[in-house]
C-alpha cells in the first residue's frame, strides 16, 4: 500500500507514526476479526467485491472467511517504511518478500515506482499536468490481481485525472490523424494540448516555446456532459432557451423530419446565438466555454449562417411534463450520472451517441457502423458544409442500469436539456489548445534536459555514474 499527501519530509514521518500507532491499536483486533474493526473490514472487502465489473479476471472471488486466516500472518509481516531522500528506513527489493505500507513523497512521484503496489491512496494534487500523469503510474496492476488494485482520491482529483485522460486520447487521435497523411512530418505539424483553467501543462521553463492557437471548433463534436442537477432555476432557464430555439427554428426553418426524428432545417445562425446567449454552460466543460464558443459561432464564415437543429428522443421515453416550444410531447432521453460525480454537479460522461452524428441524414445514406470521423465524413456528402445542433431532454430521474457499478440515478430537481454539436470542416484549426512551435535544441537546452534527467534519478537513488 502508498500513502502520499504531502511532498513535505515532516509529514511523512508523522503519517508514518500515526499509521504505526494504529496498527499497535487495533492490528490485534483486525487479526481476530473481532469487534467493530472485524465487522468494519468485512464490510469493505465485501462491499468492494461487489463494485468489480464482469469478467475483469478469471479468479474465483474469495470470502471474507477464506480471508481471515492469512490476517495474522499479514499483521505480523507489516511494516510502514518512509520512502524519501530524508529517511534511513526505506523499502528494500534485494531480500525476501515484504509486506509494506510505504509512506512517501517526490520519490514515488518521479523516480520509483513499487513493485507489487495494490492499494494507493493519496491526496496530494498538482497543478501541472505532467505531475499528475507521473502520479499516474502508479495505478498499474499485474496478470491475475485484476480484482485486487484500488486507488482511493478526492473526487476533485478524479476530475482532473478525467480530464487529462480526456487529453491524452485527444493528443492519440491527433497523431494518428497526422500519421495518415504521407507528407506530413513531426516537423510540420506541432502536437496540440488542451489547456485546462487552472492548470500548467508543464513548467514554465518548458513552455517557452509554446504557443496559444486560436479558438475553433471545425470538424468537431462537442457535448454537454455536467450538469447541476439541484439548480432547478438554471436548469428550467435552459429548458426555456430550448424552447425559444425551436420556436424561431419551426417559423424561420424547414421541419424535415426522418423516421421520426424531429429536425429544422435552413435555421438562421442568429436563433442559435440567441439560444447560446441565454443557455449556461457549466464551466467545467473545458472545450465548451460560453465565450468561446459565442465568438467562434459569430466569425464571418458561410458555412455557420444557417444551421440544421434536431430533437434527440427515445422511442420508450418517459414524455416531458414541459413542452419544448411547439413541440408539446417530448419523450426524454435516459442519461443516469457516475458514481464518482463531484457534489451536486452530475457528470453522465457522454450524451451524444455515434450515430447522432449523422442526426439529419436519412439511414440509407450513412452507414451506421462507421467511427465519429467516418460518420461525419460521410454526412459531409449528404448535407454539405452545415453545421448541425442536437437537443436532449433528458429525464430527471434517469435511473442506472441494473448491474452497473459505476453509475447511479441523475436524480435531478428538474428535467434537463443537453446539447451536441457536430461542426463541419477540418479539424485542423479546432479547438483550445497550447501547440509547440518546434525548434531544432540548443547545446545548453539539451544539457539542461540532461541534468533535469539525472536529478531525478539521484531521487530516485538510481546510481547515475
Known sequence: MLIHTSAYVIMHERIAELVNDWLALNGKSIAATKGEIGAQLKRVWEGEQGRLPTGITKAEPIT?????????????????????????????????????????????????????????????????????????????????????????????????????????????????????????????????????????????????????SSVGYWGRHVQTIRFPRINDKL???????????????AIRGKRDDIGGRVIFRDVPRQAVLTFFRSYVIDPSHQDLRSEHLLSFLEQNDDKLLNWNIGVVQAADGAKSTKPLGPLSEIRMVKRSRLDSSVDDLADIKALMSKVDAAFDCPDDKVDQQLDWE?????????????????????????????????????????????????????KEYSGTFVSVELQPLSQEELEEQDAEEAEALRAAGVDCA
Open 64 to 212: 471474507f472467511d477464506q480471508l481471515a486466516p492469512f490476517l495474522p500472518d499479514v499483521i505480523k509481516a507489516l511494516s510502514v517504511p518512509i520512502e524519501n531522500g530524508s529517511s534511513d528506513d526505506r523499502i528494500d527489493y534485494t531480500g525476501k518478500p515484504k509486506t509494506y505500507v510505504v509512506v512517501g513523497g517526490s520519490i514515488l512521484a518521479r523516480g520509483l515506482t513499487l513493485d507489487g503496489l495494490v492499494v494507493s491512496f493519496f491526496l496530494r494534487s498538482s497543478n501541472q499536468y505532467d505531475t499528475l500523469l507521473q502520479m499516474g503510474r502508479w495505478f498499474g496492476y499485474r496478470e491475475g490481481y485484476e480484482d485486487m488494485p484500488r486507488i482511493w482520491m478526492p473526487r476533485s482529483m478524479q476530475v482532473r485525472f478525467r480530464l487529462l485522460a480526456a487529453i491524452e486520447e485527444e493528443i492519440r487521435a491527433d497523431m494518428l490523424a497526422y500519421s495518415r497523411s504521407p507528407s506530413i512530418t513531426p516537423m510540420d505539424v506541432a502536437v496540440r494540448i488542451r489547456s485546462v483553467p487552472g492548470m500548467a501543462i508543464v513548467g514554465r521553463s518548458r513552455m517557452r516555446h509554446a504557443k496559444r
Open 235 to 249: 436548469l428550467g432557464d435552459n429548458w426555456l432557451a430550448g424552447g425559444t430555439l425551436i420556436s424561431a427554428a
Open 374 to 426: 467516418q460518420l461525419k465524413s460521410e454526412r459531409r456528402k449528404v448535407v454539405g458544409d452545415r453545421p448541425l445542433l442536437l437537443l436532449y431532454p433528458i429525464d430527471k430521474a434517469s435511473p442506472a442500469r441494473p448491474g452497473t457499478k459505476s453509475r447511479v440515478a441523475l436524480d435531478a430537481v428538474v428535467d434537463v436539456l443537453g446539447f451536441g454539436l457536430v461542426f463541419p470542416g477540418s
